[in-house]
């Protein structure tokens, strides 16, 4: 019970923290809502057609950028340096710390999420999803897969700034294979078979309806990701 309410008052600070730092609040919630506009607009005037799919694409685009931008930075912070040794020095347990941050980012993807779910069809005459059982279902997973993505990177990462570069190298090729911007079919065969390792493109299968290929695969990403998790967490600790 006590290891319940440490975790819960970390969560909570850690949560009230994203909104003093601007860096944050721009990836978590301005530039995702700025570029789900802009990119709404003109993916709608290009093809009506992508009224169908413009709420699944920019809900996709929105977890890449809180999780593979936002992310990433913050964890490492506390995967390496002073302030680890800090929280082992003073008895908290370094995996409360990782857990408010994967959570908290649960939280700004949700927010966001809902933002393009709710406004997309009075601003851009989006279609709503068919099933909104299976939506909210498919829009989980994939919160949690994006998530755990940019905890992995975060912790894999030396210093912030690695961590940005490999952030980046993760996000740009996520956008383009993964369907949300181009679509698969008009890539070459070899970038179409590579775009199977893309997380983000079965994200983005998922919230266009049940897929079992797509679902398989993202229950697998997922449990590899935690046992990569685990792994670096326990070299983390037995380091220090």
Request: positive net charge.
């Amino acid at each position: 019970m006590k290891s319940l309410k440490a975790l819960l008052v970390n969560l909570k600070i850690y949560y009230l923290m994203t909104f003093r730092n601007t860096f944050l609040v721009i990836a978590h919630y301005l530039l995702p809502v700025l570029f789900y506009l802009l990119f709404s607009v003109v993916f709608v005037g290009i093809n009506e057609e992508n009224k169908r799919t413009i709420i699944m694409s920019m809900t996709a685009f929105g977890l890449a950028m809180n999780s593979y931008i936002g992310l990433p930075g913050s964890v490492v912070r506390y995967a390496i340096g002073d302030i680890k040794r800090a929280y082992i020095a003073g008895g908290i347990k370094l995996w409360h710390v990782f857990v408010c941050a994967a959570i908290s980012n649960m939280v700004h993807c949700f927010v966001t999420s809902m933002v393009i779910l709710f406004t997309a069809k009075p601003l851009f005459g989006a279609v709503m999803p068919e099933s909104m059982g299976w939506y909210f279902l498919a829009l989980l997973i994939s919160i949690v897969l994006s998530t755990l993505m940019g905890v992995v990177i975060g912790m894999f990462s030396k210093t912030e700034g690695f961590a940005t570069i490999i952030s980046q190298a993760t996000f740009l090729p996520s956008l383009f294979l993964s369907g949300t911007m181009v679509p698969i079919e008009f890539l070459p065969k070899i970038l179409q078979t590579i775009s199977d390792m893309i997380p983000l493109k079965h994200t983005y299968v998922l919230l266009q309806g049940y897929d079992q290929r797509s679902l398989i695969f993202s229950l697998g990403f997922i449990v590899t990701l935690l046992v990569l998790l685990v792994i670096r967490y326990r070299f983390i600790i037995r380091r220090e």
